[in-house]
Nanobody
Protein backbone atom coordinates (compact mmCIF):
# COMPACT_ATOMS: atom_id res chain seq x y z
CA UNK A 1 0.00 0.00 0.00
CA UNK A 2 1.06 3.55 -0.77
CA UNK A 3 -0.36 6.55 1.03
CA UNK A 4 -0.29 9.84 -0.86
CA UNK A 5 -0.99 13.18 0.77
CA UNK A 6 -1.20 16.44 -1.16
CA UNK A 7 -0.64 19.92 0.18
CA UNK A 8 -0.25 23.43 -1.16
CA UNK A 9 -3.59 24.10 -2.81
CA UNK A 10 -5.34 27.41 -2.42
CA UNK A 11 -6.40 30.49 -4.32
CA UNK A 12 -4.54 32.62 -6.82
CA UNK A 13 -5.24 35.37 -9.29
CA UNK A 14 -4.88 34.83 -13.03
CA UNK A 15 -1.22 35.00 -13.90
CA UNK A 16 -0.22 33.97 -10.43
CA UNK A 17 1.60 30.90 -9.15
CA UNK A 18 1.00 28.04 -6.75
CA UNK A 19 3.07 25.01 -5.82
CA UNK A 20 1.54 21.66 -4.96
CA UNK A 21 3.35 18.94 -3.07
CA UNK A 22 2.62 15.27 -2.53
CA UNK A 23 4.30 13.05 0.01
CA UNK A 24 4.34 9.29 -0.47
CA UNK A 25 4.62 6.85 2.40
CA UNK A 26 4.27 3.11 2.84
CA UNK A 27 5.41 0.82 0.04
CA UNK A 28 7.13 3.59 -1.88
CA UNK A 29 8.77 1.16 -4.30
CA UNK A 30 5.35 1.15 -5.95
CA UNK A 31 5.77 4.77 -7.01
CA UNK A 32 7.71 4.15 -10.20
CA UNK A 33 5.27 6.43 -12.00
CA UNK A 34 3.83 9.48 -10.28
CA UNK A 35 1.43 11.95 -11.78
CA UNK A 36 -0.86 14.87 -11.17
CA UNK A 37 -4.46 14.78 -12.30
CA UNK A 38 -7.19 17.35 -11.89
CA UNK A 39 -10.94 17.23 -11.87
CA UNK A 40 -13.76 19.75 -12.07
CA UNK A 41 -17.34 18.95 -11.06
CA UNK A 42 -19.19 16.95 -13.69
CA UNK A 43 -16.07 15.94 -15.61
CA UNK A 44 -13.61 13.08 -15.48
CA UNK A 45 -10.09 13.33 -14.15
CA UNK A 46 -7.66 14.96 -16.56
CA UNK A 47 -3.98 14.06 -16.60
CA UNK A 48 -1.78 17.10 -16.02
CA UNK A 49 1.79 15.85 -15.70
CA UNK A 50 3.67 12.61 -15.23
CA UNK A 51 7.13 11.74 -13.96
CA UNK A 52 8.70 8.31 -13.99
CA UNK A 53 11.35 7.43 -11.41
CA UNK A 54 13.80 7.31 -14.30
CA UNK A 55 13.11 9.03 -17.59
CA UNK A 56 11.53 12.10 -19.05
CA UNK A 57 8.66 14.04 -17.59
CA UNK A 58 5.49 14.60 -19.59
CA UNK A 59 3.10 17.54 -19.38
CA UNK A 60 -0.31 17.80 -20.98
CA UNK A 61 -0.75 20.30 -23.78
CA UNK A 62 -3.06 22.37 -21.60
CA UNK A 63 -0.30 23.11 -19.06
CA UNK A 64 2.88 22.76 -21.10
CA UNK A 65 5.15 25.74 -20.60
CA UNK A 66 3.28 26.83 -17.46
CA UNK A 67 3.42 23.87 -15.08
CA UNK A 68 6.47 21.84 -14.11
CA UNK A 69 6.40 18.46 -12.40
CA UNK A 70 9.34 17.29 -10.32
CA UNK A 71 10.09 14.54 -7.83
CA UNK A 72 12.61 13.83 -5.11
CA UNK A 73 13.11 10.07 -5.00
CA UNK A 74 15.14 10.23 -1.79
CA UNK A 75 12.36 12.09 0.04
CA UNK A 76 9.49 10.36 -1.79
CA UNK A 77 7.93 13.66 -2.70
CA UNK A 78 6.26 14.97 -5.84
CA UNK A 79 5.77 18.64 -6.68
CA UNK A 80 3.87 20.63 -9.27
CA UNK A 81 4.96 24.21 -9.85
CA UNK A 82 2.09 26.07 -11.47
CA UNK A 83 2.86 29.43 -13.09
CA UNK A 84 0.80 31.74 -15.29
CA UNK A 85 -2.37 30.30 -13.80
CA UNK A 86 -5.64 30.66 -15.67
CA UNK A 87 -9.23 30.45 -14.41
CA UNK A 88 -9.60 27.18 -16.32
CA UNK A 89 -6.92 25.67 -14.09
CA UNK A 90 -9.44 25.73 -11.24
CA UNK A 91 -9.97 22.14 -10.12
CA UNK A 92 -9.24 19.60 -7.45
CA UNK A 93 -5.72 18.33 -8.04
CA UNK A 94 -4.83 14.74 -7.22
CA UNK A 95 -1.50 13.02 -6.80
CA UNK A 96 -1.40 9.48 -8.19
CA UNK A 97 1.13 6.68 -8.41
CA UNK A 98 1.59 3.26 -9.88
CA UNK A 99 4.31 0.65 -10.28
CA UNK A 100 3.59 0.35 -13.98
CA UNK A 101 1.77 2.41 -16.57
CA UNK A 102 1.07 1.51 -20.17
CA UNK A 103 3.11 3.96 -22.24
CA UNK A 104 0.10 4.65 -24.46
CA UNK A 105 -2.20 5.30 -21.47
CA UNK A 106 -0.07 7.54 -19.29
CA UNK A 107 -2.86 10.01 -18.58
CA UNK A 108 -5.60 7.44 -18.13
CA UNK A 109 -6.73 7.47 -14.47
CA UNK A 110 -7.38 3.71 -14.35
CA UNK A 111 -3.66 3.11 -14.93
CA UNK A 112 -2.91 4.48 -11.45
CA UNK A 113 -3.41 2.37 -8.36
CA UNK A 114 -2.90 4.89 -5.59
CA UNK A 115 -4.47 8.31 -5.15
CA UNK A 116 -4.29 11.15 -2.69
CA UNK A 117 -7.36 12.85 -1.28
CA UNK A 118 -6.99 15.89 -3.52
CA UNK A 119 -6.33 19.57 -2.95
CA UNK A 120 -8.41 22.47 -4.27
CA UNK A 121 -6.89 25.05 -6.59
CA UNK A 122 -8.98 28.11 -7.40
CA UNK A 123 -7.94 30.78 -9.88
CA UNK A 124 -10.04 33.91 -10.11
CA UNK A 125 -9.76 37.67 -10.03
Amino acid sequence: QVHLEESGGGSAQPGGSLRLSCEASGHTWQTKFMAWFRQVPGKGREGVALTPRLGLNTHSDSVKGRFTISRDNARNTLDLQMNSLKPEDTAIYYCASSESVDSTRRFVPSEYKYWGQGTQVSVSS
